[in-house]
């Protein structure tokens, strides 16, 4: 069965902290995306990236980065947490253009910052 | 039908009748759409998806329409079931950008036994 493995089901994190979030595909996708959900709000697209040591920001990238040094790896970097970021984080991976497309998610990050 | 603010619309529907969720889609250059299922505790799942130059698929239990001119979406259920009950969003790609989603809101589905 495929996966897209994240690392952490839940995380209770302080303000102030750097927090790492990972996320491990074993479908040799080359897409790899970093999204939060928050009520209401649906999905929105933090960083993503294309390829090894690839990254483009999403329309939300403020007070994130993200770290591709392997294709089956795509980590996301809270620089210093901060409350408004506690949400709901999904990886997802996905094959190039040209190829069935849709995305294939983990099972999310629900991130508390106190 | 897809919500702005904090509330996501909620449909309830007894078992067994079908079930229409809708989708209005703000790109008239997006050419892929998908619907995904999400249950309590997991990430997003791919339904069903359709191109641009459809305007139905069908799949098993599931159809997707499609209506181009009013950019519009709807996933109909047939017979549902309690396993139905999830949260389901659109997506569609943003036509220059081909492997990037936009996602709707989403639709809260309760299936009443």
């Not at chain 2, 919500?3 to 889609?25: F, K, M, R």
């Not at chain 2, 997003?44 to 459809?54: A, K």
Request: proline content about 3%; hydrophobic content about 35%; glycine content about 8%.
């Amino acid at each position: 069965d495929v996966k897209v493995t994240q690392s952490s089901r839940y995380l209770v994190k302080r303000t102030g902290e750097k927090v790492f979030l990972e996320c491990v595909q074993d479908m040799d996708h080359e897409n790899m995306f970093w999204y939060r959900q928050d009520p209401g709000l649906g999905l929105r697209l933090i960083y993503f990236s294309y390829d090894v040591k690839m990254k483009e920001k999403g329309d939300i990238p403020e007070g994130y980065s993200v770290s591709r040094e392997k294709k089956e790896r795509f980590s996301l970097i809270l620089e210093s947490a901060s409350t408004n970021q506690t949400s709901m984080y999904l990886c997802a991976s996905s094959l190039p253009q040209g190829t069935p497309m849709g995305y294939t998610f983990g099972s999310g990050t629900r991130l508390t910052v106190v | 039908g897809e919500s702005v603010g904090l509330h996501l619309p909620t449909l309830s529907v007894q078992e067994g009748d079908n079930s229409i969720i809708n989708c209005a889609y703000s790109n008239s250059a997006s050419d892929y759409f998908i619907w995904y299922k999400q249950e309590s505790g997991k990430g997003p799942q791919f339904i069903i998806d359709i191109r641009s130059n459809m305007d139905k698929r069908q799949g098993q239990r599931v159809t997707v329409l499609l209506n181009k001119t009013v950019k519009h979406l709807s996933l109909q259920i047939a017979a549902t079931q309690p396993g139905d009950s999830a949260v389901y969003f659109c997506a569609e790609n943003n036509g220059s950008e081909w492997n990037k989603l936009v996602f709707g809101a989403g639709t809260i589905l309760r299936v009443k036994s």
